[in-house]
């Protein structure tokens, strides 16, 4: 009990309080996750919402023909991947995967995903990449699914890495992306309209840890993909009962 409280209250202080620093990303990355890596799953499953609906919202049993993939060599590539949580949320449709390629530039967040997968059946599929996303590349081979999962937010220039992203995924390929959000001030449906503290207060607030929250995600996406399914909801923050942050579940395809 205490330790899971000190562990807690560790990974609040650095979340909240403790400053950021470092010349390069990777540096601040570090910075921030270093002394809160081991307290990031149990803190961030109240925080970041929506990450299992967005693993379910994924047609992973099927190739566009509507064959079944499970005996075809599909790659996954989780770009952003933290401590790998996405590993356990696909449970056994992980198997599907010929190859399942793990990008992070904290190499405390990976440390934890290489324990995480090394107590699976899936170590000899799982590859390491400790790299930037916007300029990973997998070779000569195409994914067949991406995912994003509140990494888009932390990446600077992430439309490099939703360019990255198209550049990587096969034709008829599926693209996952689940993150915070905030609608542009005059919002077109389905997105919802945010009032103006909305809109300005929580990219404010997240930007005090180079969380970047942004109007101009979704509808990059959209440009570049098709999209199959969008989701928005609100989410709670942990310790502040009254808060609800905006956030999207959204999944595409390469046409």
């Given at each position: 009990?205490?330790?899971?409280?000190?562990?807690?209250?560790?990974?609040?202080?650095?979340?909240?309080?403790?400053?950021?620093?470092?010349?390069?990303?990777?540096?601040?990355?570090?910075?921030?996750?270093?002394?809160?890596?081991?307290?990031?799953?149990?803190?961030?499953?109240?925080?970041?919402?929506?990450?299992?609906?967005?693993?379910?919202?994924?047609?992973?049993?099927?190739?566009?023909?509507?064959?079944?993939?499970?005996?075809?060599?599909?790659?996954?590539?989780?770009?952003?991947?933290?401590?790998?949580?996405?590993?356990?949320?696909?449970?056994?449709?992980?198997?599907?995967?010929?190859?399942?390629?793990?990008?992070?530039?904290s190499?405390?967040?990976?440390?934890?995903a290489?324990?995480?997968?090394?107590?699976?059946?899936?170590?000899?599929?799982?590859?390491?990449?400790?790299?930037?996303?916007?300029?990973?590349?997998?070779?000569?081979?195409?994914?067949d699914?991406?995912?994003?999962s509140?990494?888009?937010?932390?990446?600077?220039?992430?439309?490099?890495?939703?360019?990255?992203?198209?550049?990587?995924?096969?034709?008829?390929?599926?693209?996952?992306?689940?993150?915070?959000?905030?609608?542009?001030?005059?919002?077109?449906?389905?997105?919802?309209?945010?009032r103006?503290?909305?809109?300005?207060?929580?990219?404010?607030?997240?930007?005090?840890?180079?969380?970047?929250?942004?109007?101009?995600h979704?509808?990059?996406?959209?440009?570049?993909?098709?999209?199959v399914?969008?989701?928005?909801?609100?989410g709670?923050?942990?310790?502040?009962?009254?808060?609800?942050?905006?956030?999207?579940?959204?999944?595409?395809r390469?046409?």
């Open positions: 009990m205490f330790d899971t409280i000190r562990t807690e209250a560790q990974t609040f202080w650095h979340l909240m309080v403790s400053p950021v620093r470092g010349d390069t990303h990777q540096e601040r990355l570090e910075s921030f996750y270093a002394g809160q890596a081991r307290g990031y799953d149990s803190f961030r499953r109240r925080l970041l919402h929506g990450r299992q609906t967005m693993i379910d919202a994924l047609p992973k049993h099927e190739d566009p023909n509507g064959n079944d993939a499970s005996s075809n060599k599909q790659v996954w590539i989780d770009l952003g991947c933290g401590t790998a949580e996405n590993i356990d949320r696909m449970g056994d449709c992980a198997n599907h995967f010929n190859q399942i390629h793990l990008v992070d530039l190499r405390s967040l990976m440390e934890v290489k324990r995480r997968v090394a107590s699976t059946s899936l170590e000899s599929k799982v590859h390491h990449h400790i790299a930037d996303v916007c300029e990973f590349d997998i070779g000569h081979e195409a994914a699914l991406i995912t994003f509140y990494s888009l937010t932390m990446i600077p220039q992430w439309f490099r890495a939703i360019e990255r992203a198209y550049q990587q995924l096969r034709p008829g390929g599926m693209i996952g992306v689940v993150d915070f959000f905030v609608s542009p001030k005059y919002a077109s449906s389905p997105l919802p309209q945010h103006w503290f909305t809109r300005t207060w929580w990219p404010t607030w997240f930007a005090m840890d180079n969380v970047y929250i942004s109007p101009d979704l509808p990059m996406l959209q440009s570049r993909f098709e999209t399914t969008l989701k928005t909801s609100l709670k923050i942990p310790y502040l009962p009254l808060a609800r942050v905006p956030y999207y579940v959204w999944v595409g390469k046409a």
